[in-house]
Structure formats: structure tokens, C-alpha cells
């Protein structure tokens, strides 16, 4: 890659900048205007950013299409089969885990207030439990 001209910066140097500026990784600004200069004064390196670009962007569009293929309903119902299986089997495992990393704690405030009639006391009772590893 390059037309062998001088420039700021070696189209070598700029193909990096190149292959973030097509991923949206290039959060240099200075970096992105040598890119654009460039770019400008070399046709092969703007050849060579459009053709990544263009890359992307298909291979976006083919995951993206790959992505929303259903799998057979004889596969959908085996994995969910499966899922059924292994719910269960952490379940019957899950019961001691529960237990063992449960922590409950209690706190209970007291505010009291001295009205006309004596003292009134109210209590104000806070209960959290914190669970882990199910």
C-alpha cells in the first residue's frame, strides 16, 4: 500500500489509524485529521480505507443475517430439553448452596418521643438478606 509520495505521516503509519477509524475505535482527533489529509492526497489509502469500510459493512450484514437464522424446531426442543435437565440438577445441588452462602441480618432502630401523655416509644424493625451462589 501507497502511491510513494511524501506525506505527513507514511501511509504505514496511517493504515492503523485506517483500521480504527473503520471499527469507530479512533478517539483521536489528531490522529483522525492526519487520516484525513491523508486520505486526501493518496488515492491508494483512500482506496484502501473505503474497500475496509465496505468489508465491515458486509460482514456486519452477514453476521447480522447469520444471526437471525431460527435453528430447527428438533434442535429448539433438544436444547430446551437439556435446559429442563440441568435447571433441575442445580436445583437439587442449589439447595445447600442457597443455604450455605444466605446471610440474613436484622437491624431494629428505636426512635423515642416524649409526648404529653409520657413517653412513646416506636420501634422500627429492618430486615435485608443478601443471597450468593444460586
Keep these: 500500500m501507497g ?6 505521516n507514511s501511509c504505514e503509519e496511517i493504515f492503523v ?3 480504527l477509524y473503520t471499527d469507530h475505535e ?9 487520516l484525513t489529509i491523508h486520505c486526501a492526497e493518496c488515492p491508494p489509502c483512500l482506496e484502501t ?12 450484514e452477514l453476521m447480522g443475517n447469520a444471526c437471525r437464522e431460527e435453528a430447527p424446531e428438533r434442535l429448539q426442543n433438544r436444547i430446551i430439553a437439556e435446559l429442563e435437565v ?33 413517653e412513646f416509644t416506636i420501634e422500627i424493625s429492618h430486615t435485608q438478606e443478601f443471597r450468593e451462589g444460586f
Design 86 to 118: 440441568q435447571a433441575a440438577a442445580m436445583d437439587a445441588q442449589g439447595q445447600g448452596l442457597r443455604q450455605i452462602y444466605s446471610e440474613t441480618y436484622s437491624e431494629t432502630f428505636v426512635q423515642r418521643t416524649i409526648t404529653s401523655d409520657g
Design 3 to 8: 502511491c510513494g509520495g511524501i506525506h505527513q
Design 49 to 60: 480505507l473505503t474497500a475496509h469500510q465496505s468489508n465491515v459493512r458486509l460482514i456486519k
Design 26 to 34: 479512533l478517539i483521536d482527533p489528531v490522529l483522525e485529521e492526519a
Design 17 to 19: 489509524a485506517m483500521l
